[in-house]
């Protein structure tokens, strides 16, 4: 059994000013795990998940300090330690309504999402962090 700190995986960072720092923890590329995938973004005070869709993943979103989350172009008001369930094919993003907080999003996705743009990339990254590079045993 291996503890991580969630901090000290390696991200990517996505958006602009402000910049969310994603981590990918879980996924059948980092860990083999294939039947969800889990990652945790960190959104800055009045920062924007831009929207997006997952076409084969229904995505349950955490809100540890609430916000805004808009699916298929409804707004939601999220409170504090809720969840958002976007159906896979909805179009969603998640805002971070607080002045002085980060917010931070933990999302789960079933099945695991098909890894694009910087994904690959922050794969590698993570496989060499929990211990798997070269498919070695060991990690999460």
């Known amino acids: 059994m291996q503890i991580f700190n969630v901090e000290d995986f390696p ?3 996505f958006g602009e000013d ?5 981590r990918l923890l879980v996924s059948p590329e980092t860990t083999g795990e294939k039947r969800c995938g889990i990652v945790v973004t960190s959104v800055p005070p009045g920062g924007i998940s831009e929207g997006h869709v997952h076409p084969e993943s229904d995505e349950y979103i955490f ?8 699916l298929d172009g409804k707004e939601y008001r999220v ?4 969840i958002v369930h976007a159906q896979k094919g909805c179009r969603h993003e998640c805002e971070n309504t607080s002045g002085d907080k980060e917010l931070t999003l933990i999302c789960f996705f079933i099945p695991a999402f098909e890894p ?6 922050l794969i590698e990254r993570t496989k060499a962090f ?6 070695k045993p060991g990690g999460l």
């Open 116 to 121: 694009y743009g910087k994904y690959p990339e």
């Open 63 to 70: 809100f540890d300090i609430g916000g805004i989350a808009r």
């Open 130 to 135: 929990i211990g798997l590079e070269d498919n």
């Open 79 to 82: 409170a504090e330690k809720c």
């Open 11 to 13: 991200f990517a960072e």
């Open 18 to 22: 402000p910049i969310r720092k994603v």
